[in-house]
T-cell receptor, first 111, second 114 residues
Framework: GENVEQHPSTLSVQEGDSAVIKCTYS??????FPWYKQELGKRPQLIID?????GEKKDQRIAVTLNKTAKHFSLHITETQPEDSAVYFC??????????FGAGTILRVKS | DTAVSQTPKYLVTQMGNDKSIKCEQN?????MYWYKQDSKKFLKIMFS???????INETVPNRFSPKSPDKAHLNLHINSLELGDSAVYFC?????????????FGPGTRLTVT
């Protein structure tokens, strides 16, 4: 089955700096790659996603890149702000099947 | 309006007891899920229902029994609770299974077994 690995497990950045979180997946049939943000004590919420027919997608300060050949995808957050502090999860999905989540990255933005 | 709701929000109980968690979605989605989030924040799927039919049943002890009376509701009953069952349980829904649809999570139920 699909296996998703996520790095780093924790990331501390200074406010205004960029943050990058990387994930790799095992099943080349996976075609959907969402990123979820979970603030402390809250529910996970989708922040951006990318499908296998696209290499990059951007939404304001957030961007996601996908390299299908290498089977990895990354989340980039620019100009980080304290409210970006949260746990971020990547996930991958094979058509018709469940989402498999990475282990999560705790992002701390220091002001 | 709350899209995915769960009750209760907190549940504290003793080992050996039986408890239930309820979930409702008002998004008209076909698919609902139960996830377990342990103390290390790992999100693991437990079950998935599509139009009241069980589709995914991960390696979960049979003490856990989901029930979907209709496609808007998915409940989770847990028998003979153990210490290791302590976690946050999230219900979620999506329009379809495995079609790249956003999953909407409920607020979570924090279960503490003492």
């Amino acid at each position: 089955g699909e296996n998703v690995e996520q790095h780093p497990s924790t990331l501390s950045v200074q406010e205004g700096d960029s943050a990058v979180i990387k994930c790799t997946y095992s099943d080349s049939a996976s075609n959907y790659f969402p990123w979820y943000k979970q603030e402390l004590g809250k529910r996970p919420q989708l922040i951006i996603d990318i499908r296998s027919n696209v290499g990059e997608k951007k939404d304001q300060r957030i961007a996601v890149t996908l390299n299908k050949t290498a089977k990895h995808f990354s989340l980039h957050i620019t100009e980080t702000q304290p409210e970006d502090s949260a746990v971020y999860f990547c996930a991958a999905s094979i058509p018709g099947n469940k989402l498999v989540f990475g282990a999560g990255t705790i992002l701390r933005v220091k002001s | 309006d709350t899209a995915v709701s769960q009750t209760p929000k907190y549940l504290v109980t003793q080992m050996g007891n039986d408890k239930s968690i309820k979930c409702e979605q008002n998004l008209g989605h076909d698919t609902m899920y139960w996830y377990k989030q342990d103390s290390k924040k790992f999100l693991k799927i437990m079950f998935s229902y599509n139009n009241k039919e069980l589709i995914i049943n991960e390696t979960v002890p049979n003490r856990f029994s989901p029930k979907s009376p209709d496609k808007a509701h998915l409940n989770l009953h847990i028998n003979s609770l153990e210490l290791g069952d302590s976690a946050v349980y999230f219900c979620a829904s999506s329009q379809r299974l495995g079609a790249g649809d956003e999953q909407y999570f409920g607020p979570g139920t924090r279960l503490t077994v003492t």
